[in-house]
């Protein structure tokens, strides 16, 4: 018999069946395997019985009644039932409640949290297979399955080309309640044209499909978390094995099968569980398709007669399957009608590769129907997630519309009160309609979002959480999609935490209704439009609205993005808020695409929004309308709105109270409703640049910038690109000429703010535009425009023409600078002075001296005299310029007066006050106290601008170098003595204060020779060769600079100068002058002076000579009063300190690198310190101690100078402390010797004078033995005969 004839016939026996011999059912017992109890009555045996013998048992009006324990079902037996009606298999109605996660560990899954927490009812009657075994019911009317545990069941049926525990096929009203499938091979439960009424309710299946249970093992979700507000998404790798691939077996938990069938089916569904279900063709490889649809439930439905569908799922759990598509539930249908309906459905953690994680929907409309409506409502989606890989379908939710029909009926989509979150994909909630065949007429789309939320989507390829698109996505024989029509609408609906775009509309003529209260929060896109991206749309804000888009974010569009042919239409009275979103570019709030119009189009664009005004309905405005900003920031422009050009576009304002007009500016009814709530980031609003105007000026019609440049120069203009309302809008000018031809010449893309462009131009004189990208590219005329008029110079001096650029002369080059036309410098990386010599020359100098120059590395060639330090000019920074002087100490130019001529007399008085201090406290060289002391003095000196730069001189500083200075006889205050005070007169005076000195002594030895009212006293010897040790260091010095000079190269020659003074040329008067008298002191005085000491032992060796016996005889005294403090083989020690700083004079002159010379005392003070080290020196040890404190404070200065540090200053302030504190020191040490000694004298000689009166000053009867007080071998030095006169006088 035909499965069709039969069914005909079962629907008219069925009545008759029922009412008339009901009463007359067989009822069989079942027994379970090695059972004990016995049966409430017979017949009772073991399903073993029953189902080998299925056709004498199992026939029309049976039931079975399956007592609670477990009934084997054997290897590869099979209970085939068919051609009958009113079968019935029930087991004990004693269900008990159990948890997810108890079949999460007995199958070897993963745990999570929510396993716990879900539950399903399993009866104690189980049916229990081994391999191959299963059940299989076909053209069966009336089938009615309950309390029933199915496990580990499933078998090939050639009719339904599946596997599974349980097949039905052809079977009319099914019931089944309170049965659990689980463990399957293949499937759990195959229907096959299951029709009527049918009814699923109370049941679970659970982890079927078990061929694939190992593969499903070793594969990896990201760990959504659901069971917390604290939404976290875990980029993991879907799966961790690529060569995972599972065995190519179909299988699930429920698939339910329709083809071509003349009976409409009504299927129930509710209370139902299907979880851990898993495709066998699911695979890791993203290169292989998968197939496997809806392993959680999957209806197919493939016919094409013109009746309705109608389904409805109520109180169901769909959690954790696996598929291709559509994991936890898979709908595919081709109809003309239907209706299907979800309610309280909780629908979570589906896994899938293609798309529809929780819920994929694929329906064809064949034919035109009356009813075509998918209603989902009071359900949870959740935790839903597509692999990266896949299509761009949606994780939760993903519904798919074909059509091809030209019907105006429409399809309706509903959701009431539901919330999607916390899934991952491309999109949490997609509506995609297609269409193919050429149709007259389009497809109408209405989409219903009712009271719903939308939170936490956080994908990871996922662009929307919610996309509806209306397009012709499939084209066939050239057909096109015309008249779509895509209405949305929003009604109390939130959206929060969502990553990427919240709501995409695509579609010709879409509509968009925005009603009660709706909320778009924390939702963020990488493009545009943060919470809405509209495309072809109208969005509509529906009469007492509540609107809030909040926390949103986008590159474009923080909360909306609208193209150009999309509108916003507000509603009086109604409020939208657009609070805390931020764009990346512009639009923090809004972003409105903007066509560019060219300048021959005469008509005003339409705005990009609309206001209906209802009459007597008002809010806060006059119109009834609210546009709230707050906090709302675009990274370049727009904060409030970017684009929509407001002050030019027209709107219909036909239904707006007076004074508007019937057709009026978009900018005047934008302001009328726009609110500023603070905080948002300037330019509030702003667009694509419509002008380029210059900074700091007024932006007229054209502005024209006068230009003279040199060849290679880089012209540099301060201009900004405004768009509406003159705010500032980043964009590309373009920068060209129009003569002869247009010739681009570059493109600048400006900032936010005002900012200097680069200008280039060419070798002749021209008139560069600088253009908006939009004018030039689009022809779009700008409102205000910015010319530069360009005329070219020769180059300037310095400079010659190479290259189309100016550049470095010869002479500049010959010397490795850099010149630069831009702003006419030039880089140096040594100390170069350039500049034009006395003759008008340009000349070139390699090191310039001293400290005259700055250093810095840039010369300025438009102004020589900025290279100078100190305010000096000229050549070599030589002069100081008019009515300046320059100063002893430093290098200064300052303001002076001829009354400074009277600093000569304090000077000469500290000239005498030093003299008698050295003569009262015998404060010379022979006591070897002095040595290192003055030796610190004069290096720390020649080095007092590396220790004490110029430009960190404090008082405290400034004491110090002064101090130090004092012990070199040098002036050290910055002092003139006259108005115009030169380098010259300068250094002629540096020999005055020495010279003035030594005067002093020479006249207190001869006065006391030839006088008798001045004593003649022991120690002139000793402080006159102190003094000339001290100003030794001061005179080498002067003579190193008298007779140092600078070759100037030229372009042609050399120029030779006086070092010191650039303008004083080589060998005229002034500098023979000079010269003649630094050589006379030369050889005078530094040459026998150093020679003298360093050869001293030599000298006396020969003393017995008679040429030498008369003149080393006359200078023994001087010889001996530098050697006393030294042992015998060191004599000749003061002699070679002089020939240590005859060479640091000679480094510090001519070399101007501070580290070379910081170097070179650093070499000194560790050979120095060697010998120091090796040898004892000193007679005495207090000396010895003395000049190692000296040196290794010296050390000590010179090694972090040489770090160049931030402390560099304060520890040569430190040292410079430390070294006049042991001045100090020594001081005192010298005044309590005098005291003691002088105490000691008076004692011995008190007698003497009370009986003898003395025959002259210094002269007594006491024996010189008598008057040693003390046993200082230097007494011996304080009673030798003067330098100058015989001893015999």
Known sequence: MQASQFLVSAILSCLCVHTCTSQYTTTYYVTPNASTTPCPQDPCYDFKTYYQNSSYYFQSNTRFIFLPGVHVFGLGDLLLVQDKYNISLVGSANLTVHTVAEKVKEYGFDQHDEDDHITYLESSTNIVCSNQSGFAFANIAYLVLANLSIVNCGQYNQVTSFTAAVHLVSVLHLSMDGVSIQNSTGYGLVGVSVLGYSKITRSSFIANNQYVKDILQKMTVPGLSCSNENYSYNNTVYMNNGSVQCQSVSGGNVLLQYQT??????????????????????????????????????????????????????????????????????????????????????????????????????????????????????????????????????????????????????????????????????????????????????????????????????????????????????????????????????????????????????????????????VFSNSSDTNNGGALCLFSTTVSVETSSQVLFQNNSAAYGGSIFIDSSSQLTFASPSNVSFINNAAIVTGGAIYVETVPQSSQVSSP????????????????????????????????????????????????????????????????????????????????????????????????????????????????????????????????????????????????????????????FQLVNQTLLIRTQSELVQAVQNKYNFTVSITVLPCPTCFVQMNNSCVCNDLLRKHSLDCYISNQTAKTAGNHWVGNTSKGILAVFDQCPFDYCSNKGIINLTNFSSQCNYGRTDVLCGKCPPGLSTTFGTSQCKACSHYYLFLIIPFAIMGLALVGVLFALNLTVSAGTLNGMILYANVFRINDNIFFPASQRSPLVQFLSVAIAWLNLDFGIEVCFYDGMTSYVKTWLQFAFPLYIFTLVGTIIVVGKYSSLVPKLSNAVPVFATLILLSYSKILRTIITILSY???????????????????????????????????????????????????????????????????????????????????????????????????????????????????IMGFTYVYMTIMAAFTVYESRFPLLLEILFIMNLSALVATSLLHTSWSLDFAIASAIVFLLSVCVVVIFHASHRCKRIKCLWSRMKPSINTTQPSDYGASNVSGKDLQCGSNRNNNVEFRESLLFDGDD
């Open 1046 to 1160: 600078a070759s100037l190269a030229t372009e042609d020659s050399t120029d030779c100068v006086w070092l010191y003074d650039g303008n004083v040329q080589c060998w005229e008067p002034m500098h023979t002058g000079l010269v003649v008298f630094g050589s006379t002191v030369l050889v005078i005085f530094v040459f026998p002076y150093t020679f003298l000491l360093f050869f001293a032992p030599n000298l006396q060796a020969k003393s017995n000579w008679r040429c030498f016996c008369g003149l080393i005889n006359k200078i023994k005294p001087f010889l001996d009063c530098n050697q006393a403090p030294f042992k015998d083989n060191f004599r000749r020690w003061s002699g070679v300190l002089l020939v240590g700083r005859c060479a640091l004079c000679l480094l510090f002159a001519f070399e101007n690198d501070p580290t070379y010379k910081l170097w070179g």
């Open 261 to 518: 069938i003349q009976n409409p089916p009504k299927l129930h569904l509710a209370n139902l569980l299907f979880t851990l279900g898993v495709d066998g063709t699911f695979t890791n490889n993203p290169s292989i398709d998968c197939a496997g649809y809806g392993t959680g439930l999957a209806i197919y439905s493939d016919y094409q007669e013109l009746f309705t569908f109608y389904a409805d799922i109520k109180n169901t759990v769909f959690y954790r399957n696996q598929a291709c598509l559509g994991a936890n539930f898979n709908l595919m249908m081709v109809a003309g009608s239907y209706s299907i309906s979800l309610e309280n459905i909780h629908n979570m953690r589906g896994v899938a590769m293609a798309g529809g994680a929780g819920v994929h929907v694929d329906i064809t409309v064949i034919y035109p129907g009356a009813l075509r409506s998918f209603t989902v409502s009071d359900s949870m989606f959740e935790c839903n997630y597509v692999h990266q890989y896949t299509w761009l379908l949606g994780s939760s939710m993903d519904i798919l519309y074909t059509v091809s029909n030209n019907d105006q009926n429409k399809v309706l989509t509903e959701f009431h009160g539901c919330t999607f979150r916390n899934d991952a994909g491309f999109s949490s909630f997609l509506v995609n309609t297609t269409s193919f065949e050429q149709l007259a007429a389009g497809l109408s789309l209405e989409l219903v979002v009712d009271g719903g939320v939308f939170k936490n989507i956080q994908p990871s390829t996922c662009r929307y959480s919610i996309l509806v698109s209306a397009i012709d996505a499939f084209q066939f024989e050239q057909s096109e999609v015309r008249d779509n029509d895509v209405n949305f609408s929003f009604t109390n609906v939130n959206i929060i935490n969502c990553n990427f775009t919240s709501s995409q509309v695509t579609g010709e003529d879409s509509k968009v209704a925005l009603s009660g209260v709706v």
């Open 605 to 760: 664009p339409q705005c990009f929004f609309n206001v209906l005004y209802m009459q007597s309905q008002y809010i806060d405005s006059a119109i009834g309308v609210q546009l709230y900003f707050e906090n709302n920031h675009a990274g370049e422009a727009g904060s409030v709105l970017y684009g929509g050009d407001i002050d030019n576009c027209v709107m219909d304002c036909s239904s707006l109270p007076p004074p508007f007009p019937s057709q009026c500016n978009g900018g005047t009814v934008f302001d009328a409703i726009f609110i500023d709530g603070g905080n948002n980031n300037y330019p509030t609003i702003s667009s694509d640049p419509t002008s380029v105007c210059p900074c700091n000026e007024p932006c007229v019609s054209s502005t024209i910038k006068d230009c003279h440049v040199y060849p290679g120069q880089v012209i540099e203009f301060p201009f900004i690109t405004v768009g509406q309302r003159n705010s500032t809008a980043p964009s590309v000018v373009i920068l060209y000429t129009t003569a002869p031809t247009l010739n681009i010449i570059t493109a600048i893309r400006t900032s936010k703010s005002c900012a200097n462009y680069s200008v280039p």
